[in-house]
């Protein structure tokens, strides 16, 4: 597949990574009126990524650098990889959000 772009949270262009060397886990599916997909890609250097595509024509597919706290709330939603495959901090958000 070669390099795919990365945007930041404003959108801007802020690097690029290889999806073939990428783990991705798909069951992110946003419940919003654009019927939005999320998926979670963790890069080959580590890094994670959201991953944001819909059915409709015209549209285009982005992959956006993830926050701790953006995995964390995934992980919760959709499940994905085992709390001891993420790093300390992701685990440390995903304890604190116990009720």
């Not at 945007?7 to 069951?27: H, M, R």
């Not at 059915?55 to 982005?62: A, K, L, M, N, T």
Request: charged residues 25%.
């Amino acid at each position: 597949m070669g390099r795919s772009i990365v945007l930041d949270g404003n959108g801007d262009l802020c690097g690029w990574f290889d999806p073939d060397k990428a783990t991705f886990w798909e069951d992110g599916y946003s419940s919003d009126l654009t019927q939005t997909h999320v998926y979670l890609y963790r890069t080959a250097s580590g890094a994670f990524l959201l991953n944001y595509w819909d059915h409709y024509q015209g549209s285009d597919e982005v992959y956006q650098r993830a926050s701790d706290r953006e995995v964390a709330e995934w992980v919760m939603r959709w499940g994905g990889p085992a709390l001891s495959e993420l790093p300390a901090g992701i685990r440390q958000i995903i304890e604190e959000m116990e009720v």
